[in-house]
């Protein structure tokens, strides 16, 4: 199925340090998600944008709408041993018929050293 | 408010077999999403329902079929099991409307592993 191209695939950071992460695209995108999948539970949704330029925030995370709205990154400022998991950036574009199908990165799998 | 709830848990089921997932989407929530995880893979669109309707299918071989019931929640059938079923099932709602317009709430998935 089509993906977006989501990297790193993986990373092992110390306790503390800052994460950064990014999805893109060959395809515009008019809604960016971020999900964080803890092990054994469904993903659950950290953060949306919504406009080209976007740049929210959401306690130590970070994200931002590409302008070309064909990228995205998350940044996780400090991070906690909690932040242990997968995260999912997703692509959506609405149509004039409705939404189509949601499409996601292959995930990036971060570990936190204590 | 519940959240999406999938069921069941687990599944084992042997070659050949038929399995059936099942979805409740959030209450007020029309469109139901299917996605298959498999190991070490991302998330793969599967089907997407909306108003009882199949509006958009994955690259997945016909024997992956679902429906949607007047209810919005949800059915994911796999067929004459193949061993690269076995993944975990994940399913979304979506609202069409409201603050969280556009924005996928995921179930904690049923984990089908096939013998």
């Known amino acids: 199925g089509q993906q977006l191209n989501q990297s790193p695939q993986s990373m092992f950071i110390q306790e503390g340090e800052d994460v950064s992460m990014n999805c893109t695209s060959s395809?515009?995108?008019?809604?960016w998600l971020w999900y964080k999948q803890d092990p054994g539970e469904g993903p659950v949704l950290l953060i949306a944008?919504?406009?080209?330029?976007e740049l929210t925030s959401n306690g130590r995370l970070t994200a931002q709408f590409g302008i070309t709205r064909k990228d995205s990154f998350l940044n996780i400022s400090a991070s906690i041993p909690s932040d242990v998991g997968i995260y999912f950036c997703?692509?959506?574009?609405?149509?004039?018929?409705?939404?189509?199908?949601?499409?996601f990165g292959i995930g990036t799998k971060l570990q936190v050293i204590p | 408010e519940a959240g999406v709830t999938q069921s069941p848990t687990h599944l084992i089921k042997t070659r050949g077999q038929q399995a059936t997932l099942r979805c409740s989407p959030i209450s007020g929530h029309t469109s139901v999403y299917w996605y298959q995880q498999a190991l070490g893979l991302g998330l793969q669109f599967l089907l997407w329902?909306?108003?009882?309707?199949?509006?958009n299918r994955g690259n997945f071989p016909p024997r992956f079929s679902g429906r949607q019931f007047p209810n919005y929640s949800s059915e994911l059938n796999v067929n004459a099991l193949e061993l690269e079923d076995s993944a975990l099932y994940l399913c979304a709602s979506m609202s069409i409307s409201g603050i969280s317009a556009g924005e996928l709430f995921f179930g904690e998935g049923s984990r089908l592993t096939v013998l």
């Open positions: 944008l919504y406009k080209a330029g």
């Open positions: 329902y909306d108003e009882g309707e199949e509006r």
């Open positions: 997703a692509g959506r574009l609405m149509n004039s018929g409705g939404y189509q199908k949601v499409t």
């Open positions: 395809s515009i995108f008019n809604t």
